[in-house]
């Protein structure tokens, strides 16, 4: 069965300090790989999506990037992070042409 | 852009009435999905639907796409406690099977 995994779960960063969130999808091959951040209380707002290897496609212009090395991870990061980039950060794969999305646990992100 | 607009915004209801919430799009949608987050968790795939006039049970939950693909319902019948949390519509559209657009979703508290 596949498998998502998201870490850290919570973090606290001050604001300035660089950001690298990774996620890793076990268990299946070239998926679709997304990062969404949710504030608290409010929808999903989709950040990067993936469809393969070096593949990014970015869908909020802000301070942040996103990378695939791998098949299989997708990692987002941040040179210096704002007050503003504190939230709920959601990874999500979804298996090709089934379009149906399975979420990571998420990292909840606090920039001081 | 494309948008998929979620009503209401929030639901209390008393533990055994009927809940449900709307999803309307302006264009054709290609498929639409429903997503139930539980406070503090990520968002769970719920169904799929893809048919024009589709209707889907699960349990106590139904689930309907509109003739014109252009708006979806998802109701809950006599609800209960483990229902709490907050349900998302997500849409595809015509070539843009890549990435989905989520509605603002529905929080649910049930007082028992």
């Known amino acids: 069965s596949q498998t998502i995994h998201q870490w850290p779960a919570t973090l606290v960063q001050p604001v300035g300090s660089p950001l690298s969130l990774e996620c890793t999808v076990e268990g299946t091959s070239n998926p679709n790989l997304y990062w969404y951040r949710q504030a608290a209380g409010r929808g999903l707002q989709l950040l990067f999506y993936?469809?393969?290897?070096?593949?990014i496609s970015s869908e909020v212009p802000q301070n942040l990037s996103a990378s695939r090395p791998q098949d299989r991870q997708f990692i987002l990061s941040s040179k210096k992070l704002l007050l503003s980039d504190s939230g709920f950060y959601l990874c999500?794969?979804?298996?090709?042409?089934?379009?149906?999305?399975?979420f990571g646990p998420g990292t909840r992100l606090t920039v001081t | 852009g494309q948008q998929v607009m979620q009503i209401p915004q929030y639901q209390h209801v008393q533990e055994g009435e009927d809940f449900t919430t709307y999803c309307n799009s302006s264009t054709t949608l290609s498929n639409i999905q429903w997503y139930k987050q539980r406070p503090g968790g990520h968002p769970v795939f719920l169904i799929q639907?893809?048919?024009?006039?589709e209707v889907k049970k699960q349990k106590r939950l139904t689930f309907q796409f509109g003739e014109a693909k252009k708006n979806s319902s998802l109701h809950i019948t006599a609800t209960q406690t483990t229902d709490v949390g907050t349900y998302f519509c997500?849409?595809?559209?015509?070539?843009?099977?890549?990435?989905?657009?989520f509605g603002a979703g529905t929080r649910l508290a049930v007082h028992p």
């Open positions: 993936s469809v393969g290897i070096g593949q």
């Open positions: 999500a794969w979804m298996p090709r042409q089934i379009y149906e999305q399975y």
């Open positions: 997500a849409g595809t559209f015509s070539g843009g099977y890549n990435k989905l657009i």
């Open positions: 639907l893809v048919k024009s006039g």
